[in-house]
């Protein structure tokens, strides 16, 4: 009991998990979909080694989602290590022709969109949660 009791108390207190895209690889779509497989380096900046099984990401432009996946994918991130998780992941068409409708209907384009990548790993505590968010620089638009 008094080993459950520690594990529960070590999961709550911890830093969070940093998730960077670490590659992009297409795969079939149907229709107005696309679809690809995004693999995400989660690193763990913690002292325990966390067991996971699946997870979920979303991907926001300017507020509005425009792709998400899943995954049933299991494994350990081991204690300050990272691991490379692969999750599949549909763009839909209408959402990003919507959003680029919304960007360039001011007569100038943006210099720079926000984009936000949040998602979750699944444990047996728990879903841990993470969060990335940047601004991307707009190719070929000049500030005078």
Known sequence: MALIL???????SHDPLRV??????????EGLEARMLVKLRVQNPNDAAI???GGAVRLSLQDT???SGVTGEQGVLPRYGEVVVGIPVTLSMASIAVQMMKLFHDKA???????????????????MRFRTEAQLKVPGVVVQ
């Open 65 to 67: 989602t425009i792709a």
């Open 109 to 127: 384009p943006p210099e720079s969109v926000r984009y936000v990548l949040e998602g979750k790993l699944e444990t047996g505590f728990g879903a």
């Open 6 to 12: 520690g594990s529960c108390a070590a999961l709550t």
């Open 20 to 29: 960077t895209v670490a590659g992009i690889e297409s795969l079939p779509g």
């Open 51 to 53: 067991e996971y099984n």
